[in-house]
């Protein structure tokens, strides 16, 4: 089931990429709107409010909405961004983060995490993807 990245082969994250890129997407919505907000350059406090708390509800719902396998995916991934394991390590990863995910609140969880998407993103680069030439 797992492929290798050998010749151009991309490895089986148990996630498709369009999955990780569109949460990458989110959470650095998520960020922005929050460094904006916490950077005072807001015109229009009611509308930035609005479209932060749409964004982030809108990265937990679509988080809550994938199934355990692709929630555990991320959880490991994660990790693997922030470097507490390496991507020879991904069956471990993969194995905690499911014991992890046993309350099944892996949004709460990712949310809770600062930089999501940039975690997300080194994830997936120490695994030679590339997030940025997903086709969105």
Not at 14 to 29: C, K, Q
Request: glycine share 10%; no cysteine; proline share 1%.
């Amino acid at each position: 089931m797992s492929q290798t990245e050998e010749e151009g082969e991309e490895f089986d994250l148990g996630i498709s990429l369009e999955i990780v890129a569109t949460v990458v997407d989110l959470a650095n919505a998520v960020q922005d709107a929050e460094d904006g907000l916490l950077s005072g350059e807001d015109d229009d406090d009611d509308d930035d409010e609005d479209e932060d708390e749409i964004s982030e509800e809108m990265l937990t719902d679509f988080i809550d909405e994938l199934n355990e396998e692709q929630q555990v995916a991320l959880i490991a991934l994660a990790w693997v961004g922030r470097g507490d394991y390496e991507p020879e390590d991904w069956a471990e990863a993969l194995k905690l983060a499911a014991e992890r995910n046993t309350r099944g609140d892996a949004s709460a969880y990712l949310t809770g995490m600062e930089g999501l998407g940039d975690l997300l993103t080194e994830g997936a680069g120490a695994f030679g993807l590339a997030i940025e030439e997903v086709e969105r």
